[in-house]
């Protein structure tokens, strides 16, 4: 899948693809047809990059509803070509969760897609949960034929249908299904031995009991596992292995093996060094903090890597004292990688009077790389975290033009702990933003006198059964309490 691309923050498009509060505001005052064309556009082609943290099913299906939209859009791109050549549930997921929403706000219609596309959208077990949630029984059972005319009767069908009973998100229809079908029962009695069978088979091989047994695994790349458990050669697949290592370290290392580990933390091999690295990190070793700036130095970018990301693991006082070292602009550090790591452990652990470095930090990052991009999130609750208020230029900044909702939540925290006119402005916006924290957060802080949107918006939230329990408490808090500030 390719990453989407977000248009500028001052369209209305990509206020809508960002799912920002005013997203919803300006598309209620824009031109109907010009408003639809956009929704559309932003629910068949999914804004997020990353759909697992961030919201935007109910933002756009409160729009649909506001704007009285039809389908059209939604029910064309279920039935493309496409849905058959792109077998990526990122390229419906999120129109099916739109559909689920409005199913259960009322839209027959809706109801009407899901369940055609169920019985016969690639992507139909999406499809199959939003309904599971929202449709009567006997709508539910119509649709038994046509899911199981997916899955031969034969040995190889019967599996692909154990695995689809046992990978349902929402089991309802199966068990519902189990009832009239013995080959729905089957599979709903077969799936958890299927699972069991599984775990018991896993092979591999693994680590002896010394420590220079467990040294030696961190670096073998599984040569005797079996096809079931193929050997994991990616990065991250020797990231996970180093980790692990380092955890049977601490159960094996004894005080006349420190050398040993110290050892392979400053000449071994990738896996070796990473596991005795993060070892060293998690007892509190004196000797880690050399070590780690001693492996950042590395000419192998694996081992600079996994010394930066070990670095984050570093607590205590001791630790914070070389950080502010590493990131001191007055040494030049504060442009190296190790700089970089430096500055975002001060942001997750640091003091109060760290708050410059990691504002500094955060500045820089906005001036080179913008407003994405994983080490931003630390440096952006940094700030909050540390009330660093000189931050706010650029916690604004965070907020208003980064794609990810996720990330502008941080900056609206953040904000929230350092702006002194958040209540009145920023989270205002935010009780219509997509994410539920976020407006929750808002409901928290918003000042309710002064305009006239507010209050109105805040009973609104806590009459929509579709809204998050967490927001429903925070809004009537509000709503209740006897004096507004």
Do not use: K
């Not at 498009?13 to 047809?33: E, I, M, N, P, S």
């Not at 990059?49 to 279920?78: C, F, K």
């Amino acid at each position: 899948m390719f990453e989407p691309v977000i248009a500028p923050s001052a369209s209305l498009v990509g206020l809508l693809q960002r799912g920002r509060g005013d997203g919803q505001l300006h598309a209620l005052a824009a031109d109907r047809a010009e408003a639809i064309t956009a929704l559309e556009f932003c629910v068949t082609h999914d804004p997020r990059a990353d759909w697992q943290v961030e919201n935007r099913s109910l933002y756009y299906a409160r729009l649909y509803m506001e704007l009285e939209a039809p389908l059209t859009g939604i029910e064309a791109h279920l039935r493309a070509p496409e849905d058959v050549i792109d077998q990526d549930e990122a390229r419906t997921g999120l129109a099916l969760s739109v559909l689920g929403h409005l199913a259960a706000y009322g839209r027959r219609d809706a109801v009407d897609l899901l369940r055609g596309y169920t019985a016969t959208g690639w992507n139909w077990s999406w499809a199959l949960d939003e309904l599971a949630l929202r449709d009567d029984d006997q709508s539910l059972l119509s649709l038994a034929p046509a899911v199981l005319a997916r899955f031969p009767a034969d040995p190889e069908g019967d599996a692909e249908l154990r695995a689809a009973v046992r990978g349902a998100y929402e089991p309802r229809p199966w068990r519902l299904w189990a009832a009239h079908h013995p080959r729905v029962a089957t599979a709903g009695e077969q799936s958890p031995f299927d699972l069991w069978q599984r775990q018991m088979n896993r092979g591999g091989v693994t680590p002896g009991w010394s420590t220079t047994d467990v040294l030696a695994w961190a670096d073998q790349s599984d040569q005797a596992a079996t096809p079931a458990a193929a050997p994991d050669r990616s990065p991250e697949g020797a990231a996970r292995r180093a980790a692990a290592a380092a955890r049977c370290l601490a159960a094996v290392v004894r005080p006349e093996d420190r050398d040993t580990v110290l050892d392979a933390a400053r000449n071994g091999a990738p896996g070796a060094r990473t596991a005795a690295l993060r070892y060293l990190v998690d007892q509190g070793d004196p000797a880690a903090a050399g070590l780690i700036e001693a492996a950042a130095a590395d000419i192998d970018e694996r081992i600079v890597t996994a010394a930066l990301e070990v670095l984050g693991r570093m607590r205590g006082p001791e630790a914070l004292a070389h950080a502010r070292r590493w990131a001191d602009p007055a040494t030049g550090g504060a442009d190296s990688a190790l700089g970089e790591a430096a500055v975002q452990l001060l942001a997750d652990a640091g003091e109060p009077a760290d708050g410059p470095l990691v504002v500094e930090a955060l500045r820089r990052w906005i001036s080179v790389r913008g407003t994405e991009g994983a080490g931003l999130a630390t440096l952006v609750d940094g700030a909050g975290r540390l009330a660093a208020v000189a931050a706010v230029p650029a916690l604004r900044h965070v907020y208003g033009e980064t794609g990810s909702s996720e990330l502008r939540g941080r900056a609206a925290r953040a904000l929230a702990a350092t702006d002194p006119y958040f209540a009145q402005g920023p989270a205002v916006e935010c009780l219509w933003d997509c994410e539920e924290s976020t407006r929750e957060l808002a409901a928290r802080h918003v000042t309710t006198t002064g305009d006239v949107r507010v209050l109105e918006r805040l009973r609104r939230l806590a009459a929509d059964p579709a809204e998050e329990a967490e927001v429903h408490a925070a809004v009537r808090v509000r709503l209740t309490a006897r004096e507004r500030p």
